[in-house]
């Protein structure tokens, strides 16, 4: 049974590029959520995708923007980067007619220069 | 506004003694908790969790406490384990099922002592 997986696990971008994130859910899941990890910080909420819509967004700029495919996979893009987007970000899913156990994947270490 | 805090940001119990780590929360709209457990390089992995109609739940070692009126929930892990070190996170949400916009705290990092 397959975990959540996320790609790339680490890279390094100049400030102002783009960097795009996936994540697979765990088998049997089609709900989609990202978090963001910032060092010594819990995680924050960026938002969910659920039949390939944005369902909810936390409080995170325009410059964070998602997708959800047909396979219920996703990608997390995040434009013009400065240094304070550098966290962990992570992804979560869960069965969203009865899951109430939010999965996590190991998350994709992202570093701003 | 931190609406989860873990006042104690780390923690070193004995092993084989009780660990008791502690979170508050202010939104009285949260329905559901729950305890997460990250090592280094790791993602958050799931421990146990409390919907606000019980006041404990419990899962051999693990037992999550919930006071809904002081507005705070507590792990309790007996007997700890050396393995049990790592950061715990305390999160939280409005929703019980398709729970996904989870509010967490800031973490505690549990270190037990051989």
């Known amino acids: 049974d397959a975990g959540v997986t996320q790609s790339p696990t680490h890279l390094i971008k100049t400030r102002g590029q783009q960097v795009t994130l996936r994540c697979s859910p765990k088998s049997g899941h089609d709900t989609v959520s990202w978090y963001q990890q910032a060092l010594g910080q819990g995680p924050q909420f960026i938002f969910q995708y659920y039949e390939e819509e944005e369902r909810q967004r936390g409080n995170f700029p325009d410059r964070f923007s998602g997708h959800q495919f047909p396979n219920y996979s996703s990608e997390l893009n995040v434009n013009a980067l400065l240094l304070g987007d550098s966290a962990l970000y992570l992804c979560?899913?869960?069965?969203?007619?009865?899951?109430?156990?939010?999965?996590f994947g190991e998350g994709s270490w992202l570093t701003v220069v | 506004d931190q609406q989860v805090k873990q006042n104690s940001p780390s923690l070193s119990v004995q092993e084989g003694r009780i660990s008791i780590l502690n979170c508050d929360y202010t939104?009285?709209?949260?329905?559901?908790f729950l305890w997460y457990k990250k090592y280094p390089a790791e993602g958050p992995t799931f421990l146990i969790s409390i919907s606000s109609i019980k006041d404990k739940n419990e899962d051999g070692r693990f037992t999550v406490f919930l006071n809904k009126s002081a507005k705070h929930l507590s792990l309790h892990i007996v007997p700890s384990q050396p393995g049990d070190s790592a950061v715990y996170f305390c999160?939280?949400?409005?929703?019980?099922?398709?729970?996904?916009?989870?509010?967490f705290g800031q973490g505690t990092r549990l270190t037990i002592n051989p």
């Open positions: 999160a939280a949400s409005p929703y019980l099922q398709g729970a996904q916009k989870l509010v």
């Open positions: 979560a899913s869960i069965l969203q007619s009865s899951g109430n156990t939010i999965y």
């Open positions: 939104n009285s709209m949260f329905d559901y």
